[in-house]
């Protein structure tokens, strides 16, 4: 899979469908045909109304749900016909999620949470799983915090912690689902110039579901859904 | 230490119970209660089978051999002639080739002691005093591991040689006698002898201390008029709950009439076992109420854990996982309820043994934890705790994490 720059893609959709109550009265296609491609490395915006199917799509690509017709692969590899065993694999080696509501678990620390991916990963945290979550809660600016419950911190702080979790397996692939969407604004600036930053740093490539057109506008590339369908695939200029 | 050592499943198991603070004490409490009452149940309940068998078997063997009933015949069996048959009166006969039935009974597996008795009526006689008594011949290293005489001996050694007698408190009583006096002892047949008390036994049992006088085989085969042989021959058994069997087998091994306890007190038998019937009853219950404890709180807490799980998925968790979560959290919850309700069990079983006491002060039962009991009943818990969270378990792995998440 190479997109037109000729660099593998991360992820290839070729006539990606999804139907909701397949079988029943109610039947309800909600994407009609996806076709798209994701560089490695690249920074990307998805972008549309309410209910034009960005999140299912972030849904399908995060493999937590298949496409009811059409080829999808992720790394490189084709997920037809997977098993969920192999589907699970697939997206605890290759991609970290971020989700709207930071979705921590409550019961376990900051730092646990961060080292979370690694101990369903080794099965039990390691000395090397454990500094790579300090290190990373050090670049997300809550070192002072780590011993903390997830419930004892703030909305911003836990969307960091989020972040630092999503990293911490060095995925290739990094999905976030409105990270800023229950944020302020000058939190929501400050969570999203992490995940650039990380971008940058570690190659991760990024799809970021979002309303906000001035945080889109700050992407490699908007990809827009309207109604199910592609509307726009907008290469942004790199900012300054 | 800041890393977590434990492996994924328990370390999220421990985790979630500990977030559930109220739902997992409760039960706990569930768990350990329903332990506690099956073990201090089972426990009462063979401690006190076993006092009352001890009370029964403690001056019975568990199988006693006797010769053959002699019946009468007919001559002839001509089918037009009606005879009323009049049932025979039985003498006292010896088992024929009692040496060898011995022999054969001490082969038998479960058995643990044989003893040939010379059992007969007799009159114990001193002064104008008579008393109806039952002589026993024995050899007393072996009559010992039949009824454990040692327990009971009052006064001297149970041991006789020669003209010594042993009897019961009670005839001592009533023939005013004590250990160094001489009773005369006549047999139904006429042949007497003078005896010397050497012991007086209490066998617990009024009746028996009046009754029993037990002798050398020998003089007691003189005086019976049974020389060389012996009337019965008594078995102990390894377990009491074999004895019919090992009866079965020597009725068919040796052709002599052979009876175990079992036979001899079927009411008791049928008693102790509707005793362990309800306890079963009682035990399946509990584990049942148990198990529907379990469930119910692990089926809530699989709802209320729902956005943990999708997450949990998100990462990587594969729903196999997932479910083994949920397994280890019952499994823990009924290893650590079956632990604390060991220890409560224990704890009653020290409070009631001192509140119920015998009319002479003793404890009805040993305030003994049986070790087979308490890790029977750990087992059963553990068991249970992973069987009740089977359901909420699959549920759990069956759960879309979009769903989940979303929820």
């Known amino acids: 899979m190479t997109d037109a720059a000729g660099k593998p893609g991360i992820i290839s959709m070729r006539g990606l469908r999804k139907s909701y109550g397949v079988g029943t009265p109610v039947e309800t296609e909600v994407l009609h045909g996806i076709d798209a491609d994701l560089a490695e490395g690249e920074f990307c915006a998805l972008i549309g109304p309410s209910g034009s199917g960005k999140s299912t799509l972030l849904n399908l690509v995060g493999l937590l749900e298949p496409p009811t017709a059409g080829e999808l692969s992720v790394a490189g590899q084709s997920t037809t016909g997977l098993n969920e065993q192999a589907l699970t694999v697939l997206r605890g080696r290759h991609i970290g999620f971020v989700f709207q509501f930071h979705h921590l678990l409550p019961a376990f620390t900051a730092l646990e949470n961060v080292m979370m991916p690694a101990i369903i990963a080794h099965g039990v945290a390691t000395a090397q799983d454990e500094a790579v979550a300090h290190d990373l809660l050090a670049r997300v600016g809550l070192s002072s915090h780590e011993y903390k419950k997830a419930g004892q911190l703030s909305g911003g702080q836990q969307q960091r912690v989020a972040i630092a979790r999503a990293l911490s397996l060095s995925p290739r692939l990094i999905l976030a689902d409105e990270p800023t969407g229950n944020l302020d604004t000058h939190t929501a600036d400050d969570i999203f110039a992490l995940l650039r930053e990380f971008n940058r740093e570690r190659g991760s490539a990024c799809l970021i579901v979002t309303h906000d057109p001035r945080l889109a506008a700050r992407c490699d590339r908007r990809i827009e859904l309207v109604d199910g369908r592609l509307a726009a695939s907008t290469s942004v200029a790199e900012p300054a | ?407």
């Open chain 2, 1 to 407: 230490m800041a890393r977590p050592r434990l492996p994924f499943e328990f370390l999220v198991a421990l985790r979630f119970l500990r977030e559930g603070r109220m739902q997992t004490a409760l039960i706990l409490l569930g768990v350990t209660g329903g332990v506690a009452v099956i073990v201090f149940l089972s426990q009462l309940i063979a401690q006190l089978q076993s006092t009352i068998i001890d009370r029964v078997l403690g001056s019975q063997a568990h199988v006693v051999v006797r010769p053959l009933e002699e019946v009468n015949l007919r001559a002839r069996t001509d089918p037009a002639s009606t005879a009323v048959i009049e049932p025979r009166a039985q003498r006292l006969r010896s088992i024929d080739q009692w040496e060898a039935i011995v022999k054969l009974a001490e082969e038998q597996p479960g058995v643990v002691a044989v003893s040939p008795v010379v059992s007969g009526p007799a009159f114990a006689l001193r002064g104008r005093a008579s008393k109806s008594v039952a002589l026993l011949g024995i050899e007393p290293d072996r009559y010992r591991r039949i009824v454990k005489m040692d327990t009971y001996m009052v006064r001297g050694k149970f041991q006789v040689e020669g003209t010594n007698a042993i009897i019961g408190t009670e005839l001592a009583k009533d023939l005013g006698v004590t250990v160094g006096d001489k009773v005369f002892l006549r047999a139904a047949g006429g042949r007497d002898e003078l005896l010397q008390v050497t012991g007086l036994f209490d066998i617990g049992n009024k009746d028996l201390n009046r009754r029993w006088v037990f002798t050398t085989m020998k003089l007691a085969q003189s005086l019976l008029d049974l020389p060389g042989g012996v009337s019965n021959i008594d078995i102990t058994v390894t377990d009491i709950f074999d004895a019919s069997e090992v009866a079965a087998r020597l009725q068919a091994g040796s052709g002599m009439t052979v009876d175990s306890w079992m036979t001899t007190n079927s009411q008791l038998l049928a008693a102790l076992r509707n005793q362990s019937v309800s306890n079963n009853l009682i035990r399946s219950f509990v584990i049942i109420i148990v198990a529907l404890g379990i469930s119910s709180v692990l089926v809530v807490s699989v709802v209320q854990k729902q956005k943990e799980i999708g997450i949990l998925r998100a990462m990587g968790t594969s729903s196999n996982r997932i479910m083994g979560v949920f397994l280890l959290q019952g499994a823990l919850v009924g290893f650590v309820g079956a632990l604390s309700g060991v220890g409560l069990a224990w704890a009653l079983l020290q409070i009631f043994s001192t509140i119920y006491r015998t009319g002479d002060g003793a404890p009805i039962f040993e305030p003994q934890l049986d070790t087979g009991i308490a890790l029977s009943a750990a087992g059963i818990a553990l068991a249970v705790g992973v069987l009740a969270a089977l359901i909420p378990a699959r549920r759990a792995a069956k759960m879309d994490p979009v769903q989940a998440i979303r929820a």
